[in-house]
């Protein structure tokens, strides 16, 4: 799977003399954690929260600071056809949450760690896997029709035509001494092969469910870390801010 196929295509950006209070609203009124940062020469670097928060600790004015001041420059990028493999390791290894996405110079989207959750090449491999087995295709259209409407209406029309013909209602003799008995046993079979493949349905959604389970916990982990990293600094901030009120008051 490639990296277009995650990525989104619509993103934010803002100049490098913007403020940080203009990107503060953007990020709030957007409900995103990230924003591009363009210069006339091309692409500059990236806001994100963690940017914010650093301005705030330091004892910025947001209203002042220009995104150029401040703004993280070490810019990681990915090419649109790279694999969406790469790009998680490139996010997990390099402790961020954003990679836009390049092609040929020129900004074409942005994938974020959650993006890569979404669309994890595990659950496409796990996909695929199904998709070649062709049990697993049989089970996944019998259980789809099972739980349609489809289903309802066929086994009304059954179930009414079966009990009108054995009751003469129709004008039709009786094909059976015992027909209701016959037709219990064939609905309680049934029920024993639709119980089957919704239990085959549920053994897949749990496979899914493990998969991304799996990369959930591998995010948590990273985000932890950033989360250390960033109090950490803070509080590195904060120590040195005491420092300073300290020698400047002596």
Not at 10 to 20: G, K, R
Request: aromatic share 6%.
């Amino acid at each position: 799977m490639q990296v277009q196929e995650i990525m989104q295509q619509e993103v934010v950006t803002l100049h490098t003399e913007n403020s940080f209070a203009d990107a503060a609203k953007i990020l709030r009124d957007r409900r995103i954690s990230s924003i591009i940062v363009k210069a006339e020469t091309g692409l500059a670097g990236i806001i994100t929260e963690r940017d914010l928060v650093n301005v705030i600790a330091e004892g910025g004015d947001p209203r002042a600071v220009k995104l150029r001041e401040a703004m993280t420059t070490d810019l990681i990028t990915i090419d649109p056809n790279a694999d969406a493999d790469e790009a998680v390791h490139l996010m997990v290894d390099n402790g961020i949450r954003h990679l836009p996405v390049v092609s040929n110079g020129a900004l074409v989207g942005i994938i974020s760690i959650r993006d890569a959750i979404t669309g994890h090449p595990a659950l496409r491999r796990l996909e695929e896997e199904r998709r070649q087995s062709i049990q697993a295709r049989i089970a996944d259209v019998i259980t789809a029709f099972a739980g349609s409407m489809p289903f309802v209406y066929v086994h009304i029309v059954w179930f009414g035509a079966w009990i009108a013909i054995n009751l003469g209602f129709l004008g039709a003799s009786r094909f059976d001494r015992f027909p209701f008995g016959l037709l219990t046993m064939i609905v309680s079979l049934e029920a024993i092969f639709l119980s089957t493949f919704v239990m085959i349905s549920q053994n897949r959604a749990d496979e899914r469910r493990q998969v991304l389970a799996d990369h959930q916990w591998e995010l948590v982990q990273v985000e932890e870390k950033q989360n250390e990293q960033l109090l950490e600094h803070s509080r590195l901030i904060l120590d040195l801010t005491k420092a300073i009120h300290q020698i400047t008051g002596a």
